[in-house]
């Protein structure tokens, strides 16, 4: 169950942080869980972590006639949101991306070091004039994982969530949890809480549909992933029908990542299948093979996809070159598989891309002439890439009453 309340300040706001130099001894959440300082500050975390955030900045009208015949949509995992200036602009601007009835966005902070401590989700949201619900996923104990470890200041707020924005009125607005496919107190990036999936009804001038965004685990089993898209699939099925449009990230990385050790089997198995092979027809295409359990289970549900993206585009870009990206990895792979990964990549030119981010939807159609895209490049003026992750876009009907 979540909370719902119409401003940040007094759920989200807090006096926790005093208390994380103690939890962060802890190597598990059931250790952390049972201490006597997790006792004592549960109440607001839970409060925290149960609530959904949601204020409303559109400035259409809800009696306005539809602008199209069309419903317009994005979806996408904006890193935190360090870039916040450049992301909002690309927004605003970009042909691929300005003007949408919706926007799903995954990795949003508020009061992060990382992102200069601000609430992302509620300056996108004024920015473009837009009604907005967030639901934090994680309080974070840490400033990051890789160079998010090294930024400058400290956290505030140390809160970091996904949320959904629309030019029209949300109702309906709730979160449901998922299960971690990792404890979040093992690693270098320690966190309380777990992944959630945001829904809210969206009430169009087209009509009402419902909304749907989630950022699945990475560092878990494909089987998991599987599983926590089948929670949310579940739990729709338990709801009134709508249309329904469901964005997100994914992680459909083809990899079990529980931990080190599997993720390197796991890429020896790719090495053996032959590199060149799984960049072309593996990491664009994970329904193929590796992740296709969980491309069924939305099947299973009623669920299509095929006609909502553009395959074979990927949505992050491996480069082994790139200082920042290994950084990352060396938080999580050993120092000793590094040569054999460079071995490996300058096989395929040592870049990789995977598509992670997906539009998922049931009882709408893609909109007459017009085609799901995938929106690279985007970039601060100076050249510098705003996310990790590429934008998707989509046009959609629902259907005639």
């Known amino acids: 169950m979540t909370l719902e309340a119409k401003r940040p300040s007094g759920i989200l706001d807090h006096?926790?942080?005093?208390?994380?130099?103690?939890?962060?001894?802890?190597?598990?959440?059931?250790?952390?869980?049972?201490?006597?300082?997790?006792?004592?500050?549960?109440?607001?975390?839970?409060?925290?972590?149960?609530?959904?955030?949601?204020?409303?900045?559109?400035?259409?009208?809800?009696?306005?006639?539809?602008?199209?015949?069309?419903?317009?949509?994005a979806a996408w995992n904006v890193e935190r949101g360090s870039y916040l200036e450049g992301i909002i602009d690309q927004l605003k601007t970009h042909q691929d991306l300005k003007e949408k009835d919706l926007y799903l966005l995954t990795e949003l902070d508020y009061g992060m070091a990382r992102s200069g401590n601000k609430f992302v989700a509620r300056e996108i949201a004024k920015a473009l004039k837009l009604n907005y619900a967030f639901a934090p996923v994680y309080i974070c104990l840490q400033k990051g994982s890789g160079v998010e470890a090294d930024v400058d200041?400290?956290?505030?707020?140390?809160?970091?969530?996904?949320?959904?924005f629309s030019k029209y009125p949300l109702k309906n607005v709730y979160s449901v949890p998922l299960p971690n496919g990792k404890d979040k107190m093992q690693g270098k990036e320690k966190r309380l809480g777990y992944l959630r999936a945001l829904i809210a009804d969206i009430d169009h001038p087209l009509g009402t549909f419902r909304a749907v965004t989630a950022h699945l685990d990475v560092h878990c089993s494909r089987r998991h992933r599987r599983f926590q898209a089948e929670i949310i699939l579940r739990h729709l099925e338990t709801l009134p029908r709508l249309p329904t449009v469901f964005g997100g990230d994914f992680n459909t990385t083809t990899y079990n990542a529980q931990n080190a050790t599997r993720a390197i089997l796991g890429f020896w198995h790719r090495v053996l299948m032959g590199v060149k092979n799984v960049a072309k027809n593996h990491y664009p295409h994970p329904d193929r093979k590796f992740e296709k359990g969980l491309f069924d289970e939305f099947r299973d549900y009623g669920f299509e996809y095929k006609q909502f993206n553009e395959h074979g585009a990927g949505t992050l870009h491996y480069d082994m070159e790139n200082a920042a990206y290994n950084t990352n990895l060396a938080d999580w792979v050993p120092a000793w598989c590094f040569p054999f990964i460079f071995w490996a990549s300058r096989k395929a030119g040592g870049k990789f891309s995977l598509r992670l981010d997906w539009f998922f939807g049931r009882r709408i159609e893609i909109a007459p002439g017009?085609?799901?895209?995938?929106?690279?490049?985007?970039?601060?003026?100076?050249?510098?890439?705003?996310?990790?992750?590429?934008?998707?876009?989509l046009d959609f009907v629902l259907p005639k009453s």
């Open 15 to 73: 006096d926790l942080n005093k208390y994380f130099p103690e939890l962060l001894k802890f190597e598990s959440i059931d250790k952390a869980e049972r201490s006597p300082v997790y006792k004592k500050i549960e109440p607001k975390v839970l409060e925290i972590l149960q609530a959904v955030i949601r204020e409303d900045f559109s400035d259409t009208p809800k009696d306005q006639q539809a602008e199209k015949d069309f419903i317009s949509a």
């Open 370 to 393: 017009s085609e799901p895209k995938t929106i690279g490049n985007l970039t601060n003026k100076d050249g510098t890439p705003l996310s990790d992750h590429d934008a998707i876009a």
């Open 153 to 164: 200041g400290e956290n505030k707020q140390s809160i970091h969530g996904l949320a959904i």
